[in-house]
């Protein structure tokens, strides 16, 4: 390994091991989950590369659904972020808004080692309806559907309803997409489609 590469490493060890263990944790679940999938990884696995150990994970999160639940809540809070800090800059453009929003979410989908969108992924894996991960899904679901449709309306944009309805598949479909057929091709596709749709809303 060289030197510059195992002086990173190390650095992020030490970082990580500064941490408080429920951080630790809940960080080793992050990158667990979202790159090897939520039903691959287990309790055992997040532990040690958290550097603890179970009881002390059964402490702070009561089962591995409830670990999960919180790993989701933390991603759906990062992505909702992300909407109301651009909404001030695009206060008085609520289509840029949108679009901008939908450019920055795509970077993160392109980003190397990408598996797409976290949330849409775990809908997947957690097709239960009591899990208390589904209850973070389709909260998180309901929400971004409502803020398109308010900026829709807020746009003057006819069929401002079904145009979020719209939004919100475009946006599923490209982060699955980027799983079948590569990470280049369904961001673009989907600002291209993005654009289409807040431009025939205008002219409705």
């Given at each position: 390994m060289p030197v510059k590469?195992?002086?990173k490493t190390k650095e992020m060890a030490v970082a990580q091991n500064a941490q408080p263990p429920r951080a630790r944790i809940l960080s080793a679940a992050h990158d667990l989950f979202y790159h090897q999938g939520?039903?691959?990884v287990g309790v055992d696995l997040v532990a040690a590369?958290?550097?603890t150990n179970k009881m002390t994970l059964y402490r702070h999160f009561d089962s591995k659904d409830a670990l999960v639940a919180e790993y989701l809540q933390e991603v759906a809070t990062e992505i909702e972020a992300s909407w109301d800090r651009l909404a001030i800059t695009h206060a008085d453009d609520p289509k840029g808004h949108i679009l901008a929003w939908l450019a920055e979410t795509g970077r993160q989908m392109e980003r190397p080692g990408s598996r797409g969108c976290p949330i849409t992924n775990a809908a997947i894996e957690l097709p239960e309806p009591d899990h208390p991960g589904r209850a973070v899904i389709e909260a998180h679901k309901r929400g971004m559907r409502k803020r398109f449709a308010a900026r829709c309306r807020a746009a003057g944009l006819k069929d401002a309803e079904m145009i979020a309805d719209q939004l919100v598949m475009l946006l599923d479909g490209a982060g699955v997409a980027?799983?079948?057929i590569g990470l280049k091709g369904p961001v673009a596709s989907l600002l291209?489609?993005?654009e289409w749709l807040l431009g025939a809303g205008s002219s409705r």
């Open positions: 590469k195992a002086r939520i039903r691959a590369s958290a550097e980027m799983q079948t291209r489609h993005a």
